[in-house]
């Protein structure tokens, strides 16, 4: 299984200010993906990171609004900009393993907390 | 479009009796896979099995059992003997093929000592 790790593991976050979440991969991965648990709430997936292209973002996500960079098989960040306390989520990072065929993983999540 | 229901929002049980999760999925692929997930308190995803379509054959795997059946669209999990170790929220979730994992609610698992 893939090894993976985010930063910051939580971060308090005034209004209107901007965060970026980074994610870690022990291993070179075709496919990251960036998710967001809202309080109480199921998973949403917000994109798939593609090494060398943008980003495929879901309904209801924008890249202005969460813009993405995957610069190479291993990292990929995401940065939630101009938040609002509706922000107020956990962003989780999951790849799927390289080889292992919809193997999907996921990091430990990184708490994010608006003001 | 793809969608998962887990019906039940929240589950007690008193230790050491067995519990079954629920989950039924909607899917227009004939490939598709199906996933559970573990989130104890701790807030981490834990990943605990992936099935494809295509192999409809139960699984156990310790204590943790599954039962796939597409006649009916449903992926149930069963916790044998349940331990207070066991509580967590629990996720069914689907994918087509194209990596992307759908989630359902969640059912959230107390187990009483």
């Known amino acids: 299984s893939a090894v993976i790790s985010q930063k910051p593991s939580r971060d308090i976050c005034q209004r209107g200010t901007s965060l970026t979440i980074q994610c870690q991969v022990d291993?070179?991965?075709?496919?990251m993906f960036w998710y967001r648990q809202q309080p109480g709430q199921s998973l949403t997936l917000i994109a798939t990171a593609n090494q060398g292209s943008e980003a495929t973002y879901e309904s209801g996500f924008v890249i202005d609004k969460f813009p993405i960079s995957r610069p190479n098989l291993t990292f990929s960040t995401l940065t939630v900009s101009n938040m609002s306390p509706e922000d107020s989520s956990i962003y989780l990072c999951?790849?799927?393993?390289?080889?292992?065929?919809?193997?999907?993983?996921f990091g430990p999540g990184t708490r994010l907390t608006v003001l | 479009a793809q969608k998962v229901t887990q019906a039940q929002t929240e589950i007690s049980v008193v230790e050491k009796e067995d519990v079954t999760l629920d989950c039924v999925y909607e899917t227009r692929d004939t490939t598709y896979y199906l996933f559970w997930y573990k989130q104890p308190p701790s807030g981490e995803l834990v990943f605990l099995i992936r099935?494809?379509?295509?192999?409809?054959q139960n699984e156990i795997s310790g204590r943790y059992s599954w039962n796939f059946q597409k006649s009916t669209s449903s992926f149930n999990f069963t916790i044998t003997a349940s331990q207070v170790v066991d509580s967590a929220v629990y996720f069914c979730a689907l994918s087509e093929g194209d990596d992307k994992i759908i989630f359902g609610k969640g059912t959230r698992l107390h187990i009483l000592p």
């Open positions: 291993s070179q991965v075709t496919m």
């Open positions: 999951s790849v799927d393993s390289s080889g292992i065929y919809n193997e999907q993983f």
């Open positions: 099935r494809n379509s295509f192999d409809e």
